[in-house]
């Protein structure tokens, strides 16, 4: 026979009388598949933040050269899509449903910027890599397409 001052409780831990909702173990979980596109675009958001750090310590070195897409064009693009990424982590993290259709049409987007920058400013040994490139980008739109529309 319990005591006076203890209180009852359910097998879940609550008051019966309580109405707080399920406790935190019982949220559902976010699927393996979705959790690996998370950080794949938080992978791309820290990678772009990193290559606008170093446009902006090599800015004058860059200058010199005279290359055929401007340094602050690249920073630009570098800036835009670190936003653009660590958005969509927020957006994905908070399980907002646009980013079904918008995450997968941004890696399309980055996939085909990078392919172009390294069409028009990079010399042919580099140039000869874009089927890696290409294939990387279309293999990773395909699997979060994937990942992000299915129930």
Do not use: E
């Amino acid at each position: 026979m319990p005591k006076k001052n203890q209180l009852k409780t359910n097998i879940d831990g609550r008051q019966p009388d309580s109405t707080a909702g399920p406790p935190v173990w019982m949220k559902k979980k976010r699927p393996v598949r979705v959790t690996i596109c998370l950080f794949g675009v938080l992978t791309l958001g820290i990678a772009s933040v990193w290559q606008a750090a170093v446009l902006v310590r090599q800015l004058g070195l860059m200058a010199m050269f005279h290359t055929v897409v401007s340094p602050q064009i690249r920073l630009g693009l570098a800036l835009i899509w670190a936003v653009t990424w660590l958005a969509l982590f927020i957006a994905l993290w908070q399980r907002r449903p646009f980013v079904r259709r918008t995450i997968p049409a941004a890696v399309f987007l980055y996939t085909m910027v990078q392919l172009w920058l390294t069409w028009v400013s990079t010399p042919a040994v580099v140039r000869a890599g874009w089927p890696l490139t290409a294939g990387l980008g279309m293999a990773a739109t395909a699997y979060c397409a994937w990942a992000l529309r299915r129930n």
